[in-house]
Each structure stands twice: as C-alpha cells, then as structure tokens.
C-alpha cells in the first residue's frame, strides 16, 4: 500500500515538474518572440493633423513591410502612436508614458516646437529619438539622444531667399509667422532674412500670429499688405497658409504668394485652391522622382491608405527605416544611437540619409510651384 502511494506520488511529482518544465520553456519561447515597440509622437488632431497623420502611416508602412519579411531578428515590431496636439505639455506627457512602456525608439516629433520641449526627457532617459521633419538649428551640433533625417531650416530658407530675389524678383516682403512653432519659424526668417537683405532685399513686415481656430487672417492679411509688399511670405503650417493665401489674394490678386516647407502638404492645395495656385515653396521630396525605391514605397503607401504621402509619409518612412536598420544591426552592448551614428549613411526612399556626428543629417532638397493644383519641380 505504501510503496503505491510512494509511486503514485513520484508520477505526480514527476508529472507537475514535467509541466512546469513545459510552461517555463513556452515562457521562455515566449520573451524571445515578445515583439519590439517602437514609439511615434506627432500632432494627430487639430490643424497640423495632415502632418502627423502623414507621418503616422509613414511609420506604421516601415513597420508592416518589415514584419513581412520577418521583423527584427525574428521578433516583429509594433507600433505604439501618441498625438502631442502641438501643446509642449502634452507632447511631454506623451514622451513619458513612451519612455514607461519601454519602447526601443521615438520616431518623432514633427514639429520643431515640439521637439525643442521633448529632447530633456528622452535625453534623460538615453532614449533615441528620430524626427522625420524637425529642422529647427536651436538642437543642431549637439551631442544628444535627437536625431532626424533632414537638413536645418538654414537650408531651405537660404534657398527661397535666394529664389525670391533673383528668379521672382521680390524686393519688399511681408512675413506672417506661427508662434505656436516659434523654434522653427522664427529661425526661418532669420536665416531668409540674413540672406535676402544680403542681396538687397527689405523685410517690409514681420507679423507674428498665434495658430488657433479664431484666428483672424482677414486683418492679418490687411497688416500685411499695408506697406505694399511684391511678395507675402508665409510660416505656417498648411491649413494657415491656405486660409491666408485667400484672404491675400482677395486684397491683393498681383502680389507673390510664398511659403515654407512645413506648409507644403497636399491639405495646402486642398483648401487653398485658386489662391495657392503659383505660391513657391521649398520641399523634401521630388513628386516627380521616378527611382524604383520610391515609386515601390509611394505605390505601397497609396494602397495601404488611399492617398498621397507627401513629405510627412515619405520622411517618416526613411525614419523608421534607420531606426530598424540600426535595431537589426545592434550587437549586446551597443546603443541604437551609436549603432546609427557609426554608420553614417542610410538609404532613403528618393535620396540618401546623411548623418553628421551629432544626428543632423544632410538629404536633397527642391523648390517647387503650385501649378494646375499640383506641385511641380522649379529647381
């Protein structure tokens, strides 16, 4: 009797190690396959919505084309999204509660504003952060834990100046700037003006306003026009730009129209229509690139969402694409960062991703007109 239950008991025995040895290797199995989060941060709603919600889907398309071909090191990659809204406070609420569920990266922000209020805290974290279109020279040259795959505004602005003057033949312009992105526009026309006074140009006017739904552009039009401008140029994002190129070309149907990169999305023409027709604006993509890599990635991006990805889908594609390249490429003992940076050099979508030693890369960059409601190459 006693020998039975003595054997009876070492099955038993046996039998609970054997399932507890089953479920710790499925455990095991389990953490090794536990995918790899990866954070975005963006304006989802309210007036720079087209920009993060571009941008968004340029990240989820990264993340989906590479779990299809296996993820990163066998393990796939999911997406966790955050809409800063474009107040400081949120987007740093936003970045905490990333950093708390411990994703790998930040692809993000997609404003300069946004960016200059969220750097502390993935810094001090030692938390990589990837900005597709924060060109803000307020975190240029700084060794930090901000990367982002796009020239500083000095680039963009230098080129419109030069193009305003010498092409367009402005000599007395009236700037409109969104304090609500003061980094990024305030050293946009600093950077124009250096270069346009240079060549004997006048800033006539320099009208800063705050981007809100009660925003008045029928007399910050007025304002502008006033000293009797040949050329209006405006820093702001697209829905801004479209609504005071109208009541613009309401007052004054002659003077040119201009704007800045942030603007150039296909909301601007949506809404701006007949107004934005001729405005001249910098750009980070080529729409009439015919490269196989970013005719396969604007065809993807066109199926996955039903509509173009401008540069917010194009530049945070090649974001993310750095950040998994790195991930796949990360040995024990390795930070992202130094991963990237050691490398250098990375292939975008339309053109290669240069960084410099501090994250600032160098990528081409264009002019372009509004014309017959699209945007068409001039340089």
Known sequence: MSRKLFSGDMHLRFGTLLVTLVISTLLVACHAREPIRLGFMGGLSGRVADLGIGGRDGVLLAIELRNTSGGVGGR???????????EPEIAKQAVSRLINNKVAAIIGPMTSAMAVATVPLVNSAQLLMVSPTVTTPDLAGIDDYFLRVIDSTTEYAR???DYHFSVRGNRRVAVAYDLRNQSYTESWLK??????????????????????DESHFSELAQRLLQPRPDGVLILAN???????????????????????????TERLIELGGKAVEGVVVAQFIDRENRQASYMAFRKAYLERFKREPGFPGLLAFDAT???????AAQTSGQTLKNVILERREFAGAQSRIRFDVYGDAARDSYLTTVRNGTFVRLQ
């Open 76 to 86: 796939l990659v999911e997406l966790i999204a955050e809409d800063d809204q474009q």
């Open 159 to 161: 080129k419109s100046a």
């Open 191 to 212: 950077d124009y003006r250096k270069v346009f006074e240079a060549a004997g140009g006048a800033i006539v006017a320099a009208v800063p306003f705050t981007s809100s």
């Open 238 to 264: 697209s829905v801004d730009t479209a609504l005071l190129a109208q009541q613009v070309q309401k007052r004054d149907a002659v003077v040119h129209i201009n704007a800045c990169e942030w603007s150039a």
């Open 321 to 327: 694409n750095v950040v998994l390249d790195g991930l």
